[in-house]
């Protein structure tokens, strides 16, 4: 969905620089920040190079690259050195190396070269950088016990689901089956044209219960049609009864885990309707997570319904790592930590301040927060998180100190934390577009544009242009727009 083209004309024996910048909040997933590269030279490179530089606050405890194309010579070719706050990583394969085989003039080279890499976290659990006014918190504990997790999954089996699909989400659930920690307690339902449970109630991730629920999998057949709205009132049912006969742990963190490549087609099939029903369904019980599977699943539909119930959609990707791609998802979700997490800044002058309240932090993730300081008369920053659990942490930063230091280090570039600020409002905004309507959605829209345009965002609301010019010609213009995220349901959106 992001490709875009340009073409140039070179002369002969010419030296040309395509030099490309972008920015990009880096996430922690897994323990981890990940710098996912794309190399597709589609040709024998004589003087291929890529050097990575990170510059880090906190001491940096690993760094690593792989690459899914990578021989045994080609990592010989990767040279990593890291000390202390920084670290440089240069991928320098030559030529001869690059081949597929001696005499080949095919390149090895062609897949994501993916550096991965993490701080030391100090006791304070994360750190403040402020520029010119504006403060960025990072919170990320680092030794803690995760939370019991209850979950419903909901699968579905309708005949668009026959053949690779299937398939591939029996082999993804067989792995996230084997990873469910004994604490937990989970549920199976499938779907087509009716529901189908696994068990009527929730049940603790035994062994044997492991085993059953591999079984039941393993004998899901795709036939019939879609009956969405069924499926999901019958797993917050579910989560509903195991808390009142209280199975569940009295502190833990209920979730439904929703798949689905189509459309309803059975039972109720107006999708405003079954919004309506989910959410009175779900509210309070769990949060729900929409995976929606292949290019024909309404997207849209999935996304709006998962925000309204506290969670998130992912498209899974069919290829040939579609299995892997529901793991990964999981394991975003499958460790909470904590519970109901503010993070809260006490008698200062705030403004715009981004989101600060949270469902759930989960293990190995991290929560960012920021907004402008509107009294450049302050010399400390305080900074506390409230949990609803026995933990709290309290993190000050003196802002003149953090301003010399960042300054001898060289690790702040030009006004980045107000640049992170409007990217992370704008991407706030953007969610509260797809999950309100009316005049909420359309002030929504209208602030995200604002900022887009102010900051030079390439948005869903906005489009890159770019200007190309050669010597003697008149400058020409390229607009490179998204494209638009099919949808059957909401056309409020297809004039954007």
Known sequence: MENFRISVNVGARAAVIFRLTYEELLKRYHGTYQLQLKVKPKQLVEHFQITVDIVELQSISFVNAIGGFMTNELMDTVHINHNGNKARIVFRPTLEQQRKCPMCTETLLDGDFVVKYDVNREATAGNIQIVNGYFVHYFAPSTLERVPKNVVFVIDASQSMAGSKIKQMYEAFIKILSDLPDEDHFGILKFSGRVVKWTDALVKATPDNIQSAKEFVSNIMAQGGTNINSALLSAAEM??????????????????????????????????????????????????????????????????????????????????????????????????????????????????????????????????????????????????????????????????????????????????????????????????????????????????????????????????????????????????????????????????
């Open 239 to 496: 989560l509903k009864l195991g808390q009142e006969a209280e199975i569940l742990p009295q502190i833990s963190a209920s979730s439904i885990i929703f798949l689905s490549d189509g459309e309803p087609t059975i039972g109720e099939t107006n999708i405003q309707v079954i919004m309506k029903n989910v959410k009175e369904a779900v509210d309070g019980v769990a949060t729900l997570y929409s995976l929606g599977f292949g290019n024909d699943v309404d997207y849209s539909f999935l996304e709006k319904m998962s925000l309204e119930n506290g969670g998130l959609a992912r498209r899974i990707y069919i290829d040939a790592d579609s299995a892997l791609q529901l793991q990964d998802f999981y394991k975003e979700v499958a460790h909470p930590v904590l519970l109901d997490v503010t993070l809260q800044y006490p008698n200062l002058p705030i403004s715009g301040l981004t989101q600060n309240s949270f469902k759930y932090y989960y293990q190995g993730s991290e929560i960012v927060v920021a907004g402008h300081l509107d009294n450049n008369d302050i010399d400390v920053l305080v900074a506390e998180v409230a949990v609803n659990d026995p933990f709290s942490v309290r993190v000050e930063t003196n802002i003149e100190d953090d301003k010399m230091v960042k300054t001898e280090q060289g690790y702040i570039y030009g006004d980045f934390t107000e640049r992170l600020w409007a990217y992370l409002t704008i991407d706030q905004l953007l969610t509260k577009r797809i999950s309100s309507d009316g005049e909420l959605k359309e002030n929504s829209i209208e602030e995200a544009l604002r900022l887009s345009l102010k900051y030079g965002f390439v948005t869903p609301l906005t489009s890159m242009v770019i200007t190309t010019s050669e010597e003697g010609d008149d400058p020409k213009i390229i607009v490179a727009e998204k494209p638009k995220e099919k949808s059957k349901f909401f056309s409020g959106d297809s004039d954007l």
